[in-house]
């Protein structure tokens, strides 16, 4: 059974370009969600999709965008980087809805 | 008031010492939680859901008490591979739309 993966694992951007991050949820898992985590903070829930729509959705700007395929992968997308966007974006699956998470490695974003 | 609080931290513990993580969440309507551990730069992990009967698992207790709005866990006989920061997680409602995370309370257990 193989777990949670993300790409890249690291990347560095520049203020106002867009980025695409992407994760591969663990099999069997349909339940995918995104978050933010800041240096020294808790994770901050970005959106949630589940069979492929958008299932719930943090206190993010709609420049932060995603989507899920049939498969239950699902990317991120950040346009218009903003220095503070900076961070550990962590992708998480789930079997099902509200049941414990399992977590990626995380992709570290760094803006300049 | 930040939906999930936890301990400040750090806790700097020696081996072998009982050492208790405290949390409070604000929305009553919360139905399920969790704690999670975390490493240095790695991503969190499931440590243990938490029940309303409590439950245990090995050095490890959990308690809720929704009345008070309150979760613990509890590490007995610390070891020096405990030493990461604890999350406590609330899920707001039963659709999993919003896994809510604490600040986290990072643990040093000490040699």
């Known amino acids: 059974e193989t777990g949670v993966t993300q790409s890249p694992t690291h990347l560095i951007k520049t203020r106002g370009q867009q980025v695409t991050l992407r994760c591969s949820s663990q099999?069997?898992?349909?339940?995918v969600s995104w978050y933010q985590q800041a240096l020294g903070q808790g994770p901050q829930f970005i959106f949630q999709?589940?069979?492929?729509?958008?299932?719930g959705r943090g206190n993010f700007p709609p420049r932060f965008s995603g989507l899920q395929f049939p498969n239950y992968s699902s990317e991120l997308n950040v346009n218009a980087l903003e220095l503070d966007d900076s961070a550990l974006y962590l992708c998480?699956?789930?079997?099902?809805?509200?049941?414990?998470?399992?977590f990626g490695s995380g992709t570290r974003l760094t803006v300049v | 008031r930040k939906e999930v609080e936890q301990d400040p931290g750090p806790f700097n513990v020696p081996e072998g010492a009982t050492v208790a993580f405290n949390c409070t969440y604000s929305?009553?309507?919360?139905?399920?939680f969790f704690w999670y551990r975390q490493d240095c730069r790695k991503e969190p992990k499931l440590l243990m859901s938490?029940?309303?009967s409590g439950n245990e698992d090995g050095r490890f207790t959990a308690q809720l008490n929704r009345a008070s709005q309150y979760i613990s866990l509890l590490i007995r006989d610390s070891k020096l591979s405990d030493s990461a920061t604890y999350l406590c997680?609330?899920?707001?409602?039963?659709?999993?739309?919003?896994?809510?995370f604490g600040p986290g309370t990072r643990l040093s257990v000490l040699p």
């Open positions: 998480a699956s789930s079997p099902r809805q509200a049941y414990g998470y399992t």
């Open positions: 099999s069997g898992h349909n339940t």
């Open positions: 999709y589940y069979r492929e729509e958008e299932n």
């Open positions: 929305n009553s309507a919360s139905q399920s």
């Open positions: 938490v029940y309303s």
């Open positions: 997680v609330v899920n707001k409602d039963n659709y999993g739309q919003n896994f809510v």
